[in-house]
């Protein structure tokens, strides 16, 4: 290295120190710099200069909103920025009024509801105590007796209008999961379905009509057993009776 | 205290920001110029301690050294990403004043401070401005030679006689 290198190359070290020297001119002065002890020592000296202007200005503070800004940026606020549910005394009291509200619109949903069914029932019983009586007005229907443990009645048979309809009394209710099922008897013994009902719970006595698909001439007879809530194929629970025609 | 950032301590932390965001933010208001700007890299420098204070050595200088170092580098990065023309102003923002009085609780540096900042201010416009540009707003020689238009020969030896005098000025404190 020449003594005139040496000086081209000194001579750069001010703008290196503050970051100015670009392209060759700096990678040289690098390479410089592993060999060159004073060199060394004149950058270090340049350095704590440019240091110094880091520091070389007045404070100033920033916004007081910085800080809380930054806060809000640190893990702890981070977990606690998730949403809360703040309610005020305003929303507390809308909150229950409209929980009030709902609560009295559900409880008139429930009796209309309630009312609903019972007029249904009571049409329901109606047009079957009518199909009775119907049925007991017409010169060709057969009445049979229905005698058994608990329960008596009449079986009325129209084999002319292909209809019949039971008259029990005593029937007693039964629990959600069971159901009384109609069985018209073919003469083989084989039992074909003639319908679900459930007994009545405010008269003493049920009406239920019977309407077959198949000609009613052709049974034999009429059971009615206690079967799982929607019937069976075949009869599986107690006989309640059993009537023959 | 990083030591205690490092490990999370959000207490230690937000002592350190009290203790230094004023000069931090100097600097970066001083680099950027808009003060909303100069929030955001004050913040990004913040959240890099936060993030980094496990890799300040404290043998390698002070902690508002390594701060401030970041902080530069920060508010450079800001001012490329702005595309920002470079101020070429020869004056200092007149609310750039050192009021605050030395105290009990002063660095012991903040003299050295001091008077390198009353050094800036005594250079010629000519001087002051090319350390502007090449530390304030990041330029190369060339750089400062095409904003100003002065032949880059110009440039180097006003660099160069500016830092000598600043050189002259810190050792003599």
Sequence with gaps: MVRDDHSLLQENIPAYALGALEGEDARALEAHLQTCESCRTELADYRAVSDSLLAAIPPRQPSPALRKRMQARLPSAQKSARPRFAWSFGQLATGGALLLLLGLNLLSFVQMRELQRQQSDVLRQLQNNQAALAMLSYPETQALAIEAEHVSGTVLLDTERNSAALVMWNLYELTPEQSYQIWLIEPDGHRVSAGLFRAESDLPYTTQPIFSSQDISNFVGIGVTIEPAGGSDQPTGPRVFKVDF | ?173
């Design chain 2, 1 to 173: 205290m990083v030591r205690q950032v490092a490990q999370g301590d959000e207490s230690a932390f937000l002592t350190l920001y009290d203790c230094y965001v004023g000069r931090v933010h100097a600097l970066t208001t001083r680099i950027l110029g808009d003060s909303m700007l100069a929030e955001e890299a004050t913040q990004d420098t913040f959240l890099k301690l936060w993030s980094r204070a496990n890799t300040y050595l404290a043998e390698r200088g002070s902690l508002l050294l390594w701060l401030l170092t970041i902080a530069r580098r920060t508010a450079l990065d800001r001012l490329r990403l702005e595309k920002r023309r470079p101020m070429l102003s020869d004056s200092t923002d007149p609310a750039e004043l050192w009021q605050t009085i030395p105290d009990d609780k002063s660095l012991p540096e903040e003299a050295r401070w001091r008077s390198m900042h009353f050094a800036v201010q005594s250079l010629s416009p000519e001087h002051r401005q090319v350390i502007e540009l090449a530390y304030y707003q990041g330029l190369s020689q060339s750089e400062i030679a095409e904003v100003l238009g002065w032949p880059l020969g110009t440039v180097k030896t006003r660099l160069r006689a500016a830092m000598e005098h600043l050189r002259e000025k810190w050792n003599q404190e």
